[in-house]
């Protein structure tokens, strides 16, 4: 049963169509992916079965007719799509009309991921995204999908919006804010969300976004992009906030060009809705900013000399397990050693000094005695040359089991680290030693059924 609040609050937005969007929150939601470019597109056979309908507004996004057991995908588990609401695709298009790949973008309330690896794989390896997560509990789950999609340029965060204006004036080309909002979109989804809306939620929530846009907005330089972006229905959250980012902080609303059989509405203040009555997708809101102009100093990292800061020349080994080794900087801190883009090294280097960085790079190497032994990550990333380690092509029953961080038995394989695959694609590591081996899968990352 829907809140009767919250449907009084959408007769005067809606009209004549608030029965239809009422009766559109009662079907069944559409299911859909978004592909990585780490694997073929005939490869997702799982996909292929569930049946495959092309997103428009996102050339990786795809309808599924079925929704398929994702948790029995081994190839789910390696990063080689998300399963993603389609409306949140969107961004995919304001990215490709607005923001240039070679861009620093920071991605300001990352969790859990969905937007943040479909930036990454926007800017591909010419940018660098700053994703950033406030709550401790989710900015690991933000960290995890950012490995297992791959690409090696993105640094994870876990600070306040605050921080950014304060330490990272005129940085950021772009500025995303998919803000925390009352989730009036995931009513068909999530039955909490129903639970727990209230109007003293919105009032709530709408304050807390303005804070969020306030904070974050010196980070953002002159003629920069802001994306602001919420699941939510309601003026307050929504066209309240675009006009606050207007005429309080300072910037022009953009157009953004789309296909009218896309069924997307254009608000008659700002922004864009995706209603489900309308819209294949769930309740989404967006707005594009450009800031105004104005003389400013541009942002300039302060070389700092960081320990531990190697080049992959220094470290022979590793280099061995990268395709392209040349791109790529180490960081050795303690027995563990990460590989980030040389081309934003300084940046980087100067990130990890001011803000709470739970990851600048990836994960490639750990020290143990003499021997270096391969980290999980780099099974995920996707400059990581699998040729380097002898390799075990896995069943299906098998590669479960290797997520469930089961032991496996390898007769007939070589002792030491093995690269285990499930259709060519790499799922992670195992030590073997003769009559067992020891599985390096990520115990937190394990699947948890039987």
Request: hydrophobic share 35%.
């Given at each position: 049963?829907?809140?009767?609040d919250f449907?009084?609050?959408?007769?005067?937005v809606?009209?004549g169509?608030?029965d239809?969007?009422?009766r559109?929150?009662?079907?069944e939601?559409?299911?859909?992916?978004?592909l990585?470019d780490?694997?073929?597109?005939?490869?997702?056979?799982?996909?292929?079965?569930?049946?495959?309908e092309?997103?428009?507004?996102?050339?990786?996004?795809y309808?599924?007719?079925?929704?398929p057991?994702?948790?029995?995908d081994?190839?789910?588990?390696?990063?080689c799509y998300?399963?993603?609401?389609?409306?949140s695709?969107?961004?995919?298009?304001?990215?490709?009309?607005?923001?240039?790949?070679?861009?620093i973008?920071?991605?300001?309330c990352?969790?859990?991921?969905?937007?943040?690896?479909?930036i990454?794989?926007?800017?591909?390896e010419e940018?660098?995204l700053?994703t950033?997560?406030?709550?401790?509990?989710?900015?690991?789950?933000?960290?995890?999908?950012i490995?297992?999609?791959g690409?090696g340029n993105?640094v994870?965060t876990h600070?306040q919006a605050?921080?950014?204006?304060?330490?990272?004036e005129?940085l950021f080309d772009?500025?995303?804010?998919?803000?925390?909002?009352?989730?009036e979109?995931l009513?068909r989804?999530?039955?909490?969300?129903?639970?727990?809306?209230?109007?003293?939620?919105?009032?709530m929530?709408?304050?807390?976004?303005?804070d969020?846009?306030?904070?974050?907005?010196p980070?953002?330089?002159?003629g920069?992009?802001l994306?602001?972006s919420?699941?939510?229905?309601?003026?307050?959250e929504?066209?309240?906030n675009a006009?606050?980012?207007?005429?309080?902080?300072?910037?022009?609303?953009?157009?953004?060009?789309?296909?009218?059989?896309w069924?997307?509405t254009?608000?008659?203040?700002?922004?864009?809705h995706f209603y489900?009555?309308?819209?294949?997708?769930?309740?989404?809101y967006?707005?594009?900013?450009?800031?105004?102009?104005?003389?400013?100093?541009?942002f300039?990292?302060?070389?700092?000399?960081t320990?531990?800061?190697?080049?992959v020349?220094?470290?022979?080994e590793?280099q061995?397990?990268?395709q392209h080794?040349?791109?790529w900087?180490?960081r050795?801190?303690?027995?563990f050693t990460e590989a980030y883009?040389?081309?934003?090294k300084?940046?980087?280097?100067?990130l990890?000094?001011?803000?709470t960085?739970v990851?600048?790079?990836?994960?490639?190497?750990?020290?143990?005695?003499?021997?270096?032994a391969p980290?999980?990550?780099?099974?995920?990333l996707?400059?990581?040359?699998?040729?380097?380690?002898?390799?075990?092509?896995?069943?299906?029953?098998?590669a479960?089991?290797?997520?469930?961080?089961e032991a496996?038995?390898?007769?007939n394989?070589?002792s030491?680290?093995?690269l285990?695959?499930?259709?060519g694609?790499p799922?992670?590591?195992?030590?073997?030693?003769g009559n067992?081996?020891?599985?390096?899968y990520?115990?937190?990352?394990?699947?948890?059924y039987?």
């Amino acid at each position: 049963m829907l809140p009767f609040d919250f449907i009084e609050q959408m007769r005067p937005v809606l009209g004549g169509e608030l029965d239809a969007f009422l009766r559109s929150l009662q079907t069944e939601r559409e299911t859909s992916v978004r592909l990585n470019d780490k694997v073929s597109f005939e490869a997702l056979s799982v996909l292929h079965d569930a049946g495959m309908e092309e997103v428009p507004w996102c050339p990786d996004g795809y309808y599924l007719k079925r929704r398929p057991q994702f948790t029995l995908d081994p190839l789910m588990h390696a990063g080689c799509y998300y399963v993603q609401e389609a409306s949140s695709m969107f961004l995919d298009e304001v990215l490709a009309q607005f923001v240039r790949p070679d861009s620093i973008v920071l991605d300001m309330c990352g969790a859990p991921g969905g937007k943040a690896t479909l930036i990454s794989q926007f800017l591909n390896e010419e940018g660098l995204l700053i994703t950033n997560e406030v709550v401790r509990q989710r900015v690991f789950i933000l960290s995890e999908n950012i490995q297992k999609w791959g690409n090696g340029n993105a640094v994870v965060t876990h600070n306040q919006a605050r921080d950014f204006g304060d330490k990272a004036e005129n940085l950021f080309d772009c500025v995303l804010v998919d803000a925390p909002c009352s989730g009036e979109g995931l009513f068909r989804k999530d039955e909490g969300a129903v639970d727990e809306w209230s109007l003293r939620n919105v009032q709530m929530c709408a304050e807390r976004q303005r804070d969020i846009l306030r904070y974050v907005w010196p980070a953002l330089k002159p003629g920069g992009i802001l994306i602001y972006s919420t699941c939510t229905y309601n003026p307050s959250e929504d066209e309240d906030n675009a006009l606050f980012i207007r005429d309080t902080l300072g910037a022009d609303v953009l157009k953004v060009d789309i296909d009218p059989a896309w069924n997307i509405t254009l608000s008659a203040r700002a922004g864009y809705h995706f209603y489900p009555h309308k819209t294949r997708g769930e309740g989404f809101y967006l707005c594009v900013f450009r800031k105004r102009e104005a003389p400013f100093t541009p942002f300039r990292a302060k070389a700092e000399k960081t320990r531990g800061s190697k080049t992959v020349d220094e470290l022979g080994e590793l280099q061995s397990w990268l395709q392209h080794p040349e791109r790529w900087s180490i960081r050795q801190s303690d027995r563990f050693t990460e590989a980030y883009p040389t081309r934003h090294k300084e940046l980087i280097d100067w990130l990890s000094t001011h803000f709470t960085c739970v990851s600048t790079g990836f994960g490639i190497g750990e020290l143990r005695g003499k021997h270096v032994a391969p980290q999980h990550s780099l099974s995920m990333l996707k400059d990581f040359r699998k040729e380097a380690f002898p390799q075990v092509e896995l069943s299906l029953d098998m590669a479960l089991a290797f997520l469930r961080s089961e032991a496996l038995i390898l007769p007939n394989q070589p002792s030491g680290y093995l690269l285990m695959t499930y259709q060519g694609v790499p799922l992670g590591f195992v030590k073997n030693i003769g009559n067992h081996s020891n599985n390096l899968y990520p115990n937190e990352w394990r699947i948890r059924y039987k």
